[in-house]
């Protein structure tokens, strides 16, 4: 690959316009999907340039093109291509493994993003992302507990006061209060005291990763605009000036959630040597240092709490406020507070002797209590907001009136095979107020108990997997918190649930898979009927809809998951002991059944935590590995960090301003048209960046986008941003839009614009394959594309040119009333 230097044109928003030679040139501005792309595949060419940008994320020509400006007659009316490269930003060095300890954190962002559409109940969206951001807290103490409950409880405690355990790991010697040469460090509150770094550098690397990470995307300012209100934005957020500028919130946020993994530990340390000291005949200096020490703990604890329910997200302007002094002072007290506590814990207490566990049940038992309560008190939010879902753009009720039924006349482009009306073959979408939001509005509650469930699933398998290498079955030690036993114990019955789910879905896909070999000889008529290949083609469109049942998997799935929680919990807290002690002396199938949950689910939570760690040591050295991790981050963190700072950084702040300010400053200095054409992913991309456009710069851009997920998986699960009313504005603010889809494509989909002008955006499926047999252009068989080639069909040239045709080089602005239509140069499709 080629480097040059900056050959870009640019002028910079509120220059005024340099009318160049180019000013009839017209440039396609790619942006892959996910999993990445090279700029040669692109491009198609070997010989690449970087125009501008750096080795994260830039924009790349053919050699040939870098002065194409300059010689706006040697393209033959075609565009110039420019392709955005951004797949770097997720899936870069091998430091990006890290991210998979922060998957729950992830998981609980996007239960923010997820709420349903709401304008006029500014005060319940925001309880919703307070809640959010409390449940976020609970899992920074979840996992920050979890590395207590190993370094602590299992190895300082339990191990180390245990002969027989010192004997089979002679590393904990030193720490053995039983060896007759016992040294300094073999007094209980000391060895707590030392175990404590485990955690507290847990929780500095969390800081760290948040803090370099932060810098690097938090920081890319977007283009400047004045500040506005909520009702000047019409249809979604993503077109506010600060929605791509979370630089203050994640700073507060990350200040918080550090100060309270240091608490954890201090609690952790501090707990079991106040209790000793509160016993008869204790010191009582050491008791109210104790006191003193407990009473500071709660009072930061307060002010954690406060600053995370203090302040949400600014984005009706861009945010430069630091908060210097709360995001230094805050994690640096704790840190203090943390550093005094084992001072404390570490004072010689002669007669203090380490015994059974520490009390990590009542903390893993208050912390699932808590993420309980809280996902209960999202879904009353939710449903609240649903129920007062505003209407569409159009005026009318946002209800679903079933399958998209395009009855338009067959183009020119269309062959006889397709001159049939297209009817969605997805599943009906979900009756109400809401239209299609997935799960009638629960889908963010869903995914929070999910993210707590796995957070609780890493917890557990961490612990129980340490606690079996350290003991084995001896049983030397009292092993890790009875409620952890239980939680692992409910996983068989989870996946059992799973399973039925599974085969219920498996009988539909083939039902389905029936009804598509009809359709796939409709739609090739004439040609020899080859059964295999029929069943091959019927078989991939009917595994693409699958993608339309995943509301209703994680609707069962989260649902399953918090009822057998509640049992796990009442089970811990009113046995006190493992289930398979708290069946004995019952029914023999009732003792066998929870012998065997037990025992498969320790089993099991044990096999999990292991392929955690194989797959991220693998992803560390393959860079293959490492791509296929990002392809989960490509659709994970594409939100900002609204809800956790310890999440993955969200590249769209990086890529929406660089995409924004590439087509702000190309059109200002050339006046030329410009397709935005985004695949996949990258189709979002296009979406987010042509909202942060000024209006007169987004009416001068048409919109190209091919497999798109923007209604199919955006719109349904994050309806706020990207429903029928935010999809319908900007369908009428830029100059045109095109989209391509395919039945086979399990991804990309129609995006169902409200109103009559969505069959002007969607075009018909495209055939895939394009040939069902040999033929005089088809010589070989024509393989099934599914998400990939959009650009090898020939309907996505001949679109690509209608949009080029339809924007004319002197667009004036917006559209009045987004109807006019001679300015505009859109067709009525």
């Excluded at 942006?31 to 994320?57: C, F, Q, S, W, Y």
């Excluded at 249809?235 to 791509?244: A, D, I």
């Excluded at 993210?451 to 129980?464: D, F, I, P, R, T």
């Excluded at 055939?767 to 040999?774: E, N, V």
Aim: charged fraction near 20%.
């Amino acid at each position: 690959m080629e480097r040059a230097g900056e050959h870009t044109v640019d002028g910079a928003p509120g220059s005024p316009v340099t009318p160049l030679e180019a000013a009839g040139t017209a440039l396609e501005l790619l942006v892959h999907g996910v999993g990445g792309t090279t700029p040669e595949e692109m491009l198609n060419d070997p010989r690449t340039v970087r125009i501008t940008g750096d080795a994260t994320a830039a924009v790349f020509r053919r050699a040939d093109d870098v002065d194409a400006e300059e010689r706006p007659g040697d393209h033959g009316g075609g565009p110039v291509r420019e392709a955005y490269v951004w797949c770097n930003l997720t899936s870069g060095n091998g430091a990006r493994a890290l991210w998979l300890l922060l998957l729950p954190f992830m998981v609980v962002n996007l239960a923010h993003w997820m709420r349903p559409a709401s304008r006029r109940h500014g005060r319940t969206v925001r309880l919703y992302g307070l809640l959010v951001r409390l449940a976020g807290l609970t899992l920074t103490v979840l996992l920050v507990a979890a590395a207590c409950e190993v370094a602590l409880d299992l190895a300082a405690w339990q191990c180390a006061g245990t002969r027989l355990c010192v004997r089979n790991h002679s590393w904990l010697g030193f720490l053995s209060p039983d060896r007759p040469d016992a040294g300094w460090w073999s007094l209980p509150g000391r060895r707590l005291a030392l175990a404590a770094l485990v955690p507290a550098a847990l929780t500095t690397l969390l800081w760290y990763l948040s803090h370099r990470t932060w810098s690097a995307y938090e920081s890319q300012r977007p283009i400047a605009r004045a500040a506005e209100h909520d009702d000047e934005t019409e249809g979604t957020g993503l077109g506010r000036p600060g929605f791509w500028y979370g630089r203050r919130l994640v700073a507060r946020l990350r200040a918080a959630h550090t100060a309270a993994g240091f608490l954890t530990v201090a609690a952790a340390v501090g707990a079991p040597a106040a209790r000793h000291d509160r016993a008869p005949g204790g010191p009582v200096l050491l008791e109210i240092l104790g006191d003193l020490l407990s009473a500071t703990l709660v009072a930061g604890g307060a002010v954690v709490l406060w600053v995370v329910c203090r302040r949400g997200r600014s984005e009706n302007r861009i945010d430069h406020g630091r908060d210097r002094t709360l995001v230094r002072r805050l994690p640096l007290g704790s840190v203090a507070l943390l550093a005094l506590t084992l001072v404390y814990a570490g004072w010689s207490r002669p007669r203090w002797h380490a015994s059974g566990r520490l009390p990590g049940d009542t903390v893993f038992g208050g912390l699932t209590l808590a993420q309980g309560l809280l996902v209960i008190a999202l879904c009353v939010v939710a449903r609240a907001l649903y129920r007062a879902t505003p209407e569409t753009a159009d005026g009318s009720p946002a209800v679903d009136t079933g399958p998209v039924v395009d009855t338009r006349p067959a183009a020119d482009t269309r062959s006889a095979a397709d001159s049939h009306p297209v009817v969605d073959a997805g599943p009906a979408a979900d009756a109400g107020p809401g239209g299609r939001t997935a799960m009638r509005g629960f889908a963010g509650p869903a995914v929070a108990m999910l993210a707590c469930a796995l957070g609780g699933v890493m917890s557990g398998g961490v612990s129980q997997r340490v606690a079996d290498w350290l003991d084995g079955t001896r049983h030397s030690i009292p092993g890790p918190p009875v409620l952890l036993t239980w939680q692992a114990s409910v996983i068989p019955p989870l996946l059992v649930v799973l399973l039925a789910l599974t085969g219920w879905l498996a009988r539909r896909t083939w039902r389905l898979r029936r009804r598509e070999m009809t359709a796939v000889e409709r739609d090739y008529p004439g040609e020899v009927r080859d059964s295999a290949r029929t069943r091959r083609i019927a078989s991939t469109r009917a595994m693409a809809a699958l993608t339309d049942r995943a509301p209703l998997m994680t609707g069962v799935l989260a649902s399953a998951t918090l009822l057998l929680g509640a049992c796990a919990l009442a089970g811990a807290l009113a046995t006190g002991d493992t289930p398979s002690e708290a069946a004995r002396g019952t029914n023999g199938f009732v003792h066998g059944a929870a012998e065997t949950a037990q025992a498969l689910g320790s089993w099991l939570i044990g096999l999990g935590f292991i392929l955690f760690v194989t797959w991220g040591r693998r992803a560390y050295k393959d860079p293959a590995a490492r791509r296929t991790i990002g392809i989960l981050w490509d659709v994970g963190t594409f939100w900002p960090r609204a809800a956790h700072p310890f999440a993955p950084p969200c590249y769209a702040e990086r890529a929406v301003p660089d995409l924004t300010w590439r087509m702000a400053t190309w059109t200002r200095a050339t006046g030329g048209r410009l397709v935005l054409s985004g695949h996949s992913q990258g189709s979002v991309l296009a979406a987010a960046a042509a909202w942060q456009l000024e209006p007169q710069a987004r009416a001068r851009v048409a919109l190209l986008t091919y497999g798109s997920p923007l209604e199919r998986l955006y719109g349904r699960w994050f309806p706020a941003h990207f429903g029928p009313a935010a999809l319908a504005s900007l369908h009428r603010d830029v100059a045109c839009w095109r989209n391509l889809y395919r039945r086979t494509d399990p991804i990309g989909g129609p995006v169902r614009v409200p109103g009559d002008c969505g069959p002007e955006v969607d075009h018909e499926p495209l055939k895939d394959p394009l040939a069902y047999g040999r033929t005089e252009r088809q010589p070989l068989p024509a393989p099934v594309l599914g998400h990939s080639d959009y650009q090898a069909d020939p309907v996505f040239a001949d679109e690509r040119r209608l949009l080029l045709e339809r924007l004319l080089p002197g667009v004036p602005g917006p559209r009045p009333g987004g109807d006019a239509q001679g300015t505009s140069g859109r067709s009525s499709g």
